[in-house]
């Protein structure tokens, strides 16, 4: 079956402190692979995504994540966190199995401390 | 070009009454989807379509219908509201090279 875990629901980062979350994937092709941040309120912002090839990818706001085939895992990561990165952070896989749609995890809140 | 339009914003709903959220994009997509968010439990797919006259039933479809009569628009519909289909609910469509397009969200409460 095709799922994402996020086993990370609550992380609290210091200001300037490098940030990792954490995802994990079970899909039976080659995945493509995205993270999506939503602040309270809002809609979802694409971060980045991974379609093929370098599985380093960069994105906006300075965050990259790295595509681990043998791990199943799509880390995001950002070397020095800011305050206005505390918000929801969300992986995705897709498509589903019909084609047309994304896998969502549950989603990794972020707190940034001063 | 507009992407992905979602109204209303805001509804309160009573309970058993019935209402429409509208989706609407302007990208020609032919794949759109209708996801329900819930704390906790990230975004659920509920409908989706691969065309004007195909719909199918995504995770959680239950009380909820759709129809696309058209390429550019996907509603979505309660029939008999309860409470707990209090919940954001987004719309998306997608590109023929997997791009994703959410639109901004309709927050549902239903008393």
């Known amino acids: 079956a095709q799922s994402v875990t996020q086993p990370d629901i609550h992380i609290t980062v210091s200001e300037g402190a490098s940030l990792e979350l954490r995802c994990n994937y079970s899909?039976?092709?080659?995945?493509?692979l995205f993270w999506y941040v939503q602040s309270p309120g809002q809609g979802l912002q694409l971060l980045l995504k991974?379609?093929?090839?370098?599985?380093l990818v960069q994105g906006i706001k300075g965050f990259e994540a790295e595509f681990k085939r043998s791990q199943s895992s799509f880390n995001l990561r950002k070397p020095s966190v800011h305050w206005s990165d505390a918000a929801e952070y969300f992986c995705?896989?897709?498509?589903?199995?019909?084609?047309?749609?994304?896998?969502f995890g549950k989603g990794t809140t972020l707190s940034v401390s001063s | 070009n507009a992407g992905v339009t979602q109204t209303p914003k805001f509804q309160v709903l009573k309970t058993g009454q019935s209402m429409t959220l509208q989706c609407a994009q302007d990208?020609?997509?032919?794949?759109m989807s209708w996801y329900r968010q819930d704390p906790g439990m990230g975004l659920r797919l509920i409908h989706y379509?691969?065309?004007?006259?195909?719909?199918d039933q995504g995770e959680v479809p239950n009380g909820y219908n759709v129809s696309r009569s058209t390429t550019e628009d996907f509603p979505l519909r309660l029939l008999s509201a309860a409470p707990s289909q209090t919940s954001v609910y987004f719309c998306?469509?997608?590109?023929?090279?997997?791009?994703?397009?959410f639109g901004s969200g309709t927050r549902l409460t239903v008393v």
């Open positions: 998306a469509s997608k590109s023929f090279n997997y791009g994703y397009t």
């Open positions: 899909y039976g092709a080659t995945p493509y």
């Open positions: 991974y379609f093929s090839g370098d599985t």
């Open positions: 995705a896989v897709g498509p589903n199995q019909a084609g047309t749609a994304l896998i």
């Open positions: 990208m020609n997509h032919e794949y």
């Open positions: 379509s691969v065309g004007a006259g195909i719909t």
